[in-house]
Nanobody, 119 residues
């Protein structure tokens, strides 16, 4: 069974930085896409950034220029470097991925990591 585990969340002051990591484990044949979503209290989950196996990236307008998504395919890991953080970035951040394993294509979600931006 494929699992995703996020780490790197925490409390940071406005203007600060955090780096989130998400590691995929299990019987993985290949990973096509990996992405980060976030969900703030009372709001719907929204896409933050995604990266394709080709390296192509896409970002939500609210984070473009501040966040950078990257992946280490050898480690089945995706990162989210978050700079110039704002209070409105406060949310639980989840990673997800399109993964081919023994059962075919699966799209698991991690358990989430809390990011709080406050002074």
């Amino acid at each position: 069974q494929v699992q995703l585990v996020e780490s790197g969340g925490g409390l940071v002051q406005p203007g600060g930085s955090l780096r989130l990591s998400c590691v995929a484990s299990g019987s993985i044949f290949s990973i096509n896409n990996m992405g980060w979503y976030r969900q703030a209290p009372g709001k719907q989950r929204e896409l933050v950034a995604r990266i394709r196996s080709t390296g192509e990236t896409a970002y939500a307008g609210s984070v473009k220029g501040r966040f950078t998504i990257s992946a280490d395919n050898a480690k089945n890991t995706v990162y989210l470097q978050m700079n110039s953080l704002k209070p409105e970035d406060t949310a639980v951040y989840f990673c997800t991925a399109d993964i081919y394993d023994l059962e075919g294509l699966v799209t698991p979600w991690g358990q989430g990591t809390q990011v709080t931006v406050a002074s």
